[in-house]
């Protein structure tokens, strides 16, 4: 099994619709995770980063988290073509991060 | 805050020779450095850590005496892709860890290496 699971897309979504993202994990004892977007060719860069079970939200980003069912989503509201890239889930593992093999989103005008 | 200044961003090298990749935090101490790999459409691969002052720790697969990491300040980290051949073109990045705020882990640019 995997320590963190993503469906790599790709996801297709129109313009101005919610975009849901979903990332499961191994590791129970996991504290800290993280969504980073990376478009092509560049380097990810950090969207959100969730420690509590529950919502956080951050602009049109919120993240879910729920530990009991070892499962991390991200929701983006009122998509926009900029939002197009791969998002990575990763979460705080042994002195590293562990990182899911990320989901290629697609917004469609 | 909590940059990583990555160079160069891309290079192009001869097979057979050596490439140096920098990495530097510019307005923290990056006590720790991960270096990735990555191959088109597919998730980053952890190559190595490193640590001020200390060996770098490589992940299983990955050879040690091709891929030189020193870490020298807590403000530098260097790899060193020695003796290039074309199947070590790739992208390749570098990140470290910021403490005590919301920053997580921060990246760098990334460096773009074609082997001809």
């Known amino acids: 099994q995997k320590e963190v699971e993503q469906n790599s897309g790709p996801l297709s979504v129109p313009e101005g619709a919610i975009a849901s993202l979903n990332c499961t994990y191994s590791?129970?004892?996991?504290?800290?995770f993280f969504w980073y977007r990376q478009y092509s060719g560049k380097s990810p860069e950090l969207i959100m980063s969730?420690?509590?079970?529950g919502d956080k939200e951050d602009g049109r980003f919120t993240a879910q988290l729920n530990k009991a069912s070892q499962y991390v989503s991200l929701l983006i509201r009122d998509s926009q073509p900029s939002d197009s890239a791969t998002y990575l889930c990763?979460?705080?593992?042994?002195?590293?991060?562990?990182f899911g093999q990320g989901t290629r989103l697609t917004i469609n005008p | 805050g909590a940059v990583v200044s990555q160079h160069p961003s891309w290079v192009i090298c001869k097979s057979g020779t050596s490439v140096k990749i920098e990495c530097r935090s510019l307005?923290?101490?990056?006590?720790?450095m991960f270096w990735y790999r990555q191959f088109p459409k597919q998730s980053l691969m952890l190559m190595a850590t490193?640590?001020?002052?200390?060996?770098?720790?490589?992940e299983q697969g990955v050879e040690k005496d091709k891929f030189l990491i020193n870490h020298a300040s807590l403000t530098l980290s260097t790899l060193t892709v020695t003796s290039a051949h074309p199947e070590d073109s790739s992208f390749y990045i570098c990140?470290?860890?910021?403490?005590?705020?919301?920053?997580?882990?921060?990246f760098g640019s990334g460096t773009r290496l074609t082997v001809v």
């Open positions: 990140s470290a860890r910021v403490t005590g705020g919301p920053y997580g882990y921060t």
């Open positions: 590791d129970r004892g996991s504290q800290s």
């Open positions: 307005d923290f101490q990056a006590t720790t």
């Open positions: 990763a979460f705080q593992g042994a002195q590293k991060l562990v």
């Open positions: 969730i420690y509590s079970n």
């Open positions: 490193s640590n001020e002052g200390s060996k770098a720790t490589y």
